[in-house]
C-alpha cells in the first residue's frame, strides 16, 4: 500500500530530482539551483505531495478507505457472522426511510435528538467563548490565569466530565439540586432522569467542556485585528459596541466561518455526554444519532443499517456545511462591495 | 496533473477498500466437535491462550495466582492469561476466531454464548462436559441448560450471580422497624415501607436503568408467573398480565411515596449507603463495595411479591473457542484447565459472584470464610438465568426503556411494555436475518 501510494505521489513524469537528503554534495546543489530556475510550480508539487504522503497514506488508509467500504457496506445486507454478502442495492436506506421498519423509527427519534441538541447548543457554544474572548482580550490582570481557568475542563476527557456531572446533577443528592434547594428553589429538579432537564443539563455540561476551545481560537482571531482600526473607529467616534460591530466582527470572519463549521460538527456528533450523563433516557428521547448508530452497528453487528445510517448523517452534515460556507462567503462579497 | 492524481487517489481507495471486502468475505469456519479422551489431559505439552474480561475488582491478583498454581501443577500445559474488557472481547472475538488467533478458552456472559454459537466460534462441548463427567445436577437448576443452543451444550458453567436485597439497619431500626427480622413477603415488605415513610424516610428507592430497575422488573416478572420470552425465544411476553402487574408494582412505589420520583443512575445504592433509604435491590457483586464498610448492612434474599419465589441471576460460563484450525490437543487441554477452575473456585466469591460448580458451594468452609453470600445461596433453587438466542442483549435492551418509560410517568407500565414488546418481536425477527438460523 505505502509503495504504491509512493509511486502516486512522486513527481515521476516532471523528471525532477527526488530530494534524497544528499544535498551536502555541490552536484546535487547545482542540479537544485537548476530546477529552480526552470518554471519551478511543478517541481514544487512533486515535494509539497511528498511531505503529504505520510499524512496522505493515514488519510487513505484510515479514512478515505473505510468509508468507501462503509459505503459498501451500506448496499448489501452484511453480516459479520455469514460467509457471503449479498448486493441488495439502496434497501437499507429505503427502510429508513419507511415508517414502521425495525430501524426508522428509532433512527429519526435518534436524529431528531442529535438536532435538539445541536440547535440548542450552538447558539451557546459561540455566543459564550465569543464574549469570554473579548473580555479576555482586555487588558486585564491575571488574564493568562483566567485563559487557563476557561480552557482547563477541555482538557479533561468525556469519562471523567460525565462522572462529575453525574453525581453533582444526581436528583436526590447531588450538589446542584441541594443549593437549590437552600436559596428556595425546587430541589428535586431531575436533572439527567427526566426532559426539558435532561437537555440543559447536556447543553450546559457541553458549553462548559468545550467552550475553552472556541475561546482560544476566537482569541486568536481578536489578537490579529490590527490595533489602528479601533484607532481609525475611536477617531471617528465610535464607541465600544460600535467598534465591536463594526471592527471586531469584520475582523472575526473568517475564523468565525471554521468555528461555527466545527462546531456544528462536533455538536452533531455528540455521543459521550447522553451515553454516560442520561443513558438516553427518558425512554430513548436523549438518545442521539451516533449513539444509536454505535449501537447498531458495533453492539447488535447490524452493520448494513448502521453504516446506511452513517451515510444519511453525512448527507445531512454535508449539506449544513456547504450551506454555511456559502452563507459566510455571500456576506463576505456583500460587506467587500 | 493534480486532478489526474486525485482520480489515481480515489481509485486505489476503491481498490483497497474492495480488496478488505473481499478478504472479509473469503473467511469461513464450519463448527464441528471435538473429542476429548478424559478428564486430565495426557498428551504433548501445549500452550493455550484465556481470554476473560476480569478487569477490575479483586480478579487481577486472584486470576495470575489461581493460573500460576495450575501451570505449576501440570507440566503439558501452560495457561496464557489474557484480560480484557467485556466489550473488547465481543468486538474481538468474530475476527479473532476465524483468522485463527483467538483464544482456546473463554469466559462468557450467559446471554453471549448463543451469539457466538450462531456464528460458529464457540465449539460444541457435549463430549467435553461428558469426559469431564459433568452433569446438570453438578450445578444450580436450570444453569446447564443456560449453556445450551439448539439443543447443543456450547459452555460450562462457571459462576452466578443473583440479585439480593440489601438493608441499611440503621435506617431501619430509626424508623421503628425491627432489623431482625427483615421483611420476606410483600405484606411485611409493604409494612415496613409504609413505617418508614411515616418516619419520614422513602423505602425503596426505584429506578428506570438496568442497575437495578430492570433486574427487579425481570424478577418481579418470573414472581407473577410470567417470562420474558417463550420457549424458543420467537416471541417476547413481557407484557403479560405477570408483566404489568410487575411494573405497576414498581411504579405504585412510587405513587405512594415510598420511592422519590426520577431517581438518576446508581442513585439508590448511593442513598443506601449515605443512610437516605432502607432497602435496595442489587446484585450480589455488591457484597465486595468498600463503601458497605461503615454501614450496619445485611443482604437477604428479595422478598416474595408476586405469588411464587423468584429471582433474577446472570451467570458467566467457560466457552471452548473454534478457532480456525484449531488444535484438538489445546482444547483438551483447555478442558482439563476449567474442570481445575472449577474445583478451585472457593475463592471466587472475593470477586463478588458466586461459585457455579454445586461441590464448591456446598462446602461449610465457604459460608464460613464469606457469611453475607448465605442468603444469595439459599436463592439459587428458583433463580432464573439469562435467556439463550443470538442477539438476545439488543432484545433485552427494550426491557429497560419500558421500565424507564413507566417510572419516569412517560407512559402507563402497560403502554411501555406493549410498545417494547412490539419492538423486541421486531428485533427477533431482524435477529434471524442477522444470525441466520
Same mark, same amino acid.
Given at each position: 500500500?505505502?509503495?504504491?501510494?509512493?509511486?502516486?505521489?512522486? +513527481?515521476?513524469?516532471?523528471?525532477?530530482?527526488?530530494?534524497?537528503?544528499?544535498? $551536502?554534495?555541490?552536484?546535487?546543489?547545482?542540479?537544485?539551483?537548476?530546477?529552480?530556475?526552470?518554471?519551478?510550480?511543478? $517541481?514544487?508539487?512533486?515535494?509539497?505531495?511528498?511531505?503529504?504522503?505520510?499524512?496522505?497514506?493515514?488519510?487513505?488508509?484510515?479514512?478515505?478507505?473505510?468509508?468507501?467500504?462503509?459505503?459498501?457496506?451500506?448496499?448489501?445486507?452484511?453480516?459479520?457472522? $455469514?460467509?457471503?454478502?449479498?448486493?441488495?442495492?439502496?434497501?437499507?436506506?429505503?427502510?429508513?426511510?419507511?415508517?414502521?421498519?425495525? #430501524?426508522?423509527?428509532?433512527?429519526?427519534?435518534?436524529?431528531?435528538?442529535?438536532?435538539?441538541? #445541536? *440547535?440548542?447548543?450552538?447558539?451557546?457554544?459561540?455566543?459564550?467563548?465569543?464574549?469570554?474572548?473579548?473580555?479576555?482580550?482586555?487588558?486585564?490582570?491575571?488574564?493568562?490565569?483566567?485563559?487557563?481557568?476557561?480552557?482547563?475542563?477541555?482538557?479533561?476527557?468525556?469519562?471523567?466530565?460525565?462522572?462529575?456531572?453525574?453525581?453533582?446533577?444526581?436528583?436526590?443528592?447531588?450538589?446542584?439540586?441541594?443549593?437549590?434547594?437552600?436559596?428556595?428553589?425546587?430541589?428535586?429538579?431531575?436533572?439527567?432522569?427526566?426532559?426539558?432537564?435532561? =437537555?440543559? %443539563?447536556?447543553?450546559?455540561?457541553?458549553?462548559?467542556?468545550?467552550?475553552?476551545?472556541? #475561546?482560544?481560537?476566537?482569541?486568536?482571531?481578536?489578537?490579529?485585528?490590527?490595533?489602528?482600526?479601533?484607532?481609525?473607529?475611536?477617531?471617528?467616534?465610535?464607541?465600544?459596541?460600535?467598534?465591536?460591530?463594526? &471592527?471586531?466582527?469584520?475582523?472575526?470572519?473568517?475564523?468565525?466561518?471554521?468555528?461555527?463549521?466545527?462546531?456544528?460538527?462536533?455538536?452533531? !456528533?455528540?455521543?459521550?455526554?447522553?451515553?454516560?450523563?442520561?443513558?438516553?433516557?427518558?425512554?430513548?428521547?436523549?438518545?442521539?444519532?451516533?449513539?444509536?448508530?454505535?449501537?447498531?452497528?458495533?453492539?447488535?453487528? !447490524?452493520?448494513?443499517?448502521?453504516?446506511?445510517?452513517?451515510?444519511?448523517?453525512?448527507?445531512?452534515?454535508?449539506?449544513?456545511?456547504?450551506?454555511?460556507?456559502?452563507?459566510?462567503?455571500?456576506?463576505?462579497?456583500?460587506?467587500?462591495? | 496533473?493534480?486532478?489526474?492524481?486525485?482520480?489515481?487517489?480515489?481509485?486505489?481507495?476503491?481498490? @483497497?477498500?474492495?480488496?478488505?471486502?473481499?478478504?472479509?468475505?473469503?473467511?469461513?469456519?464450519?463448527?464441528?466437535?471435538?473429542?476429548?479422551?478424559?478428564?486430565?489431559? %495426557?498428551?504433548?505439552?501445549?500452550?493455550?491462550?484465556?481470554? !476473560?474480561?476480569?478487569?477490575?475488582?479483586?480478579?487481577?491478583?486472584?486470576?495470575?495466582?489461581?493460573?500460576?498454581?495450575?501451570?505449576?501443577?501440570?507440566?503439558?500445559?501452560?495457561?496464557?492469561?489474557?484480560?480484557?474488557?467485556?466489550?473488547?472481547?465481543?468486538?474481538?472475538?468474530?475476527?479473532? @476466531?476465524?483468522?485463527?488467533?483467538?483464544?482456546?478458552?473463554?469466559?462468557?456472559?450467559?446471554?453471549?454464548?448463543?451469539?457466538?454459537?450462531?456464528?460458529?466460534?464457540?465449539?460444541?462441548?457435549?463430549?467435553?462436559?461428558?469426559?469431564?463427567?459433568?452433569?446438570?445436577?453438578?450445578?444450580?437448576?436450570?444453569?446447564?441448560?443456560?449453556?445450551?443452543?439448539?439443543?447443543?451444550?456450547?459452555?460450562?458453567?462457571?459462576?452466578?450471580?443473583?440479585?439480593?436485597?440489601?438493608?441499611?439497619?440503621?435506617?431501619?431500626?430509626?424508623?421503628?422497624?425491627?432489623?431482625?427480622?427483615?421483611?420476606?413477603?410483600?405484606?411485611?415488605?409493604?409494612?415496613?415501607?409504609?413505617?418508614?415513610?411515616?418516619?419520614?424516610?422513602?423505602?425503596?428507592? &426505584?429506578?428506570?436503568? *438496568?442497575?437495578?430497575?430492570?433486574?427487579?422488573?425481570?424478577?418481579?416478572? =418470573?414472581?407473577?408467573?410470567?417470562?420474558?420470552?417463550?420457549?424458543?425465544?420467537?416471541?417476547?411476553?413481557?407484557?403479560?398480565?405477570?408483566? *404489568?402487574?410487575?411494573? %405497576?408494582?414498581?411504579?405504585?412505589?412510587?405513587?405512594?411515596?415510598?420511592?422519590?420520583?426520577?431517581?438518576?443512575?446508581?442513585?439508590?445504592?448511593?442513598?443506601?449507603?449515605?443512610?437516605?433509604?432502607?432497602?435496595?435491590?442489587?446484585? *450480589?457483586?455488591?457484597?465486595?463495595?468498600?463503601?458497605?464498610?461503615?454501614?450496619?448492612?445485611?443482604?437477604?434474599?428479595?422478598?416474595?411479591?408476586?405469588?411464587?419465589?423468584? @429471582?433474577?441471576?446472570?451467570?458467566?460460563?467457560?466457552?471452548?473457542?473454534?478457532?480456525?484450525?484449531?488444535?484438538? !490437543?489445546? %482444547?483438551?487441554?483447555?478442558?482439563?484447565?476449567?474442570?481445575?477452575?472449577?474445583?478451585?473456585?472457593?475463592?471466587? +466469591?472475593?470477586?463478588?459472584?458466586?461459585?457455579?460448580?454445586?461441590?464448591?458451594?456446598?462446602?461449610?468452609?465457604?459460608?464460613?470464610?464469606?457469611?453475607?453470600?448465605?442468603?444469595?445461596?439459599?436463592?439459587?433453587?428458583?433463580?432464573?438465568?439469562?435467556?439463550?438466542?443470538?442477539?438476545?442483549?439488543? @432484545?433485552?435492551?427494550?426491557?429497560?426503556?419500558? &421500565?424507564?418509560?413507566?417510572?419516569?410517568?412517560?407512559?402507563?407500565?402497560?403502554?411501555?411494555?406493549?410498545?417494547?414488546?412490539?419492538?423486541?418481536?421486531?428485533?427477533?425477527?431482524?435477529?434471524?436475518? #442477522?444470525?441466520?438460523?
Amino acid at each position: 500500500m505505502a509503495t504504491d501510494t509512493d509511486s502516486l505521489v512522486a +513527481p515521476r513524469e516532471t523528471g525532477a530530482p527526488r530530494p534524497r537528503g544528499s544535498a $551536502r554534495s555541490a552536484r546535487s546543489t547545482r542540479s537544485a539551483r537548476a530546477a529552480a530556475r526552470r518554471p519551478g510550480g511543478r $517541481r514544487r508539487t512533486g515535494v509539497a505531495y511528498l511531505f503529504l504522503a505520510p499524512f496522505l497514506v493515514l488519510f487513505l488508509v484510515f479514512v478515505l478507505a473505510p468509508a468507501v467500504f462503509g459505503l459498501w457496506i451500506s448496499l448489501t445486507n452484511w453480516s459479520p457472522f $455469514r460467509a457471503t454478502q449479498s448486493f441488495v442495492g439502496l434497501k437499507n436506506y429505503i427502510e429508513l426511510f419507511t415508517p414502521g421498519s425495525t #430501524t426508522s423509527g428509532d433512527f429519526w427519534q435518534s436524529m431528531l435528538a442529535t438536532g435538539i441538541f #445541536t *440547535v440548542a447548543s450552538v447558539p451557546f457554544l459561540l455566543l459564550v467563548p465569543l464574549l469570554v474572548a473579548v473580555l479576555l482580550n482586555q487588558r486585564i490582570r491575571a488574564g493568562s490565569f483566567f485563559r487557563a481557568t476557561f480552557f482547563a475542563p477541555y482538557v479533561l476527557g468525556v469519562a471523567v466530565i460525565g462522572v462529575i456531572w453525574k453525581y453533582l446533577l444526581d436528583t436526590q443528592s447531588g450538589i446542584v439540586n441541594h443549593v437549590l434547594g437552600m436559596i428556595g428553589l425546587p430541589d428535586n429538579l431531575p436533572w439527567t432522569v427526566d426532559v426539558p432537564w435532561a =437537555w440543559i %443539563t447536556l447543553v450546559g455540561v457541553t458549553v462548559w467542556w468545550t467552550m475553552g476551545f472556541n #475561546t482560544v481560537i476566537i482569541l486568536a482571531g481578536l489578537k490579529g485585528i490590527s490595533a489602528d482600526l479601533y484607532e481609525a473607529a475611536a477617531l471617528d467616534g465610535a464607541g465600544a459596541f460600535r467598534q465591536f460591530v463594526s &471592527v471586531t466582527l469584520p475582523g472575526l470572519r473568517q475564523v468565525m466561518t471554521f468555528v461555527v463549521t466545527i462546531t456544528i460538527l462536533a455538536s452533531a !456528533n455528540m455521543f459521550g455526554q447522553s451515553f454516560l450523563l442520561t443513558k438516553g433516557g427518558p425512554g430513548n428521547t436523549t438518545r442521539t444519532a451516533i449513539m444509536y448508530i454505535a449501537d447498531q452497528g458495533l453492539s447488535q453487528n !447490524n452493520m448494513a443499517a448502521a453504516s446506511a445510517m452513517s451515510y444519511v448523517l453525512f448527507a445531512f452534515l454535508a449539506i449544513i456545511s456547504i450551506v454555511n460556507f456559502r452563507l459566510q462567503r455571500e456576506r463576505a462579497e456583500k460587506s467587500a462591495s | 496533473m493534480k486532478k489526474r492524481f486525485a482520480v489515481r487517489a480515489v481509485a486505489a481507495a476503491v481498490t @483497497v477498500g474492495l480488496g478488505l471486502a473481499l478478504t472479509a468475505c473469503g473467511s469461513n469456519s464450519g463448527s464441528g466437535g471435538s473429542e476429548v479422551s478424559s478428564g486430565d489431559y %495426557t498428551g504433548p505439552k501445549v500452550t493455550i491462550s484465556f481470554w !476473560n474480561g476480569w478487569t477490575g475488582g479483586a480478579a487481577p491478583v486472584l486470576v495470575p495466582k489461581l493460573i500460576d498454581k495450575f501451570n505449576s501443577e501440570h507440566k503439558n500445559i501452560v495457561v496464557k492469561d489474557v484480560p480484557m474488557q467485556w466489550s473488547d472481547i465481543g468486538q474481538k472475538m468474530p475476527l479473532a @476466531v476465524k483468522a485463527g488467533k483467538g483464544p482456546d478458552v473463554a469466559v462468557g456472559h450467559g446471554d453471549d454464548i448463543a451469539t457466538y454459537a450462531a456464528q460458529g466460534l464457540v465449539l460444541k462441548a457435549d463430549s467435553i462436559v461428558k469426559s469431564l463427567g459433568y452433569s446438570a445436577s453438578d450445578f444450580p437448576a436450570g444453569l446447564m441448560d443456560a449453556g445450551k443452543y439448539n439443543g447443543a451444550q456450547y459452555a460450562v458453567p462457571w459462576s452466578v450471580t443473583p440479585l439480593g436485597l440489601y438493608v441499611n439497619k440503621d435506617v431501619l431500626q430509626k424508623a421503628g422497624v425491627d432489623p431482625s427480622s427483615i421483611p420476606a413477603d410483600k405484606t411485611s415488605y409493604e409494612a415496613a415501607l409504609a413505617k418508614l415513610k411515616t418516619a419520614g424516610v422513602q423505602g425503596e428507592w &426505584v429506578d428506570g436503568y *438496568v442497575f437495578t430497575g430492570t433486574f427487579e422488573f425481570e424478577s418481579l416478572l =418470573w414472581q407473577y408467573g410470567g417470562d420474558l420470552f417463550d420457549k424458543p425465544v420467537t416471541k417476547a411476553t413481557f407484557n403479560s398480565d405477570a408483566g *404489568v402487574k410487575a411494573l %405497576t408494582w414498581m411504579t405504585d412505589l412510587i405513587k405512594n411515596g415510598y420511592s422519590p420520583a426520577n431517581v438518576a443512575q446508581d442513585g439508590n445504592i448511593n442513598a443506601l449507603i449515605a443512610g437516605k433509604t432502607a432497602f435496595n435491590w442489587n446484585g *450480589v457483586w455488591q457484597t465486595t463495595n468498600t463503601a458497605f464498610g461503615k454501614l450496619n448492612w445485611q443482604a437477604v434474599a428479595v422478598p416474595q411479591i408476586g405469588t411464587q419465589k423468584a @429471582v433474577w441471576s446472570s451467570s458467566t460460563h467457560w466457552m471452548f473457542m473454534n478457532n480456525k484450525g484449531q488444535d484438538k !490437543n489445546k %482444547t483438551a487441554a483447555a478442558a482439563t484447565f476449567v474442570k481445575w477452575m472449577n474445583d478451585n473456585s472457593a475463592d471466587w +466469591p472475593k470477586t463478588g459472584e458466586l461459585p457455579a460448580k454445586n461441590s464448591v458451594r456446598d462446602d461449610p468452609k465457604l459460608v464460613k470464610d464469606y457469611p453475607a453470600l448465605k442468603p444469595f445461596l439459599d436463592e439459587l433453587p428458583y433463580a432464573h438465568y439469562e435467556a439463550t438466542a443470538p442477539g438476545i442483549t439488543s @432484545v433485552e435492551a427494550t426491557i429497560t426503556t419500558a &421500565v424507564n418509560e413507566a417510572v419516569t410517568g412517560k407512559k402507563s407500565p402497560k403502554q411501555a411494555l406493549d410498545d417494547a414488546v412490539a419492538k423486541a418481536n421486531a428485533l427477533i425477527k431482524q435477529n434471524k436475518d #442477522t444470525y441466520g438460523n
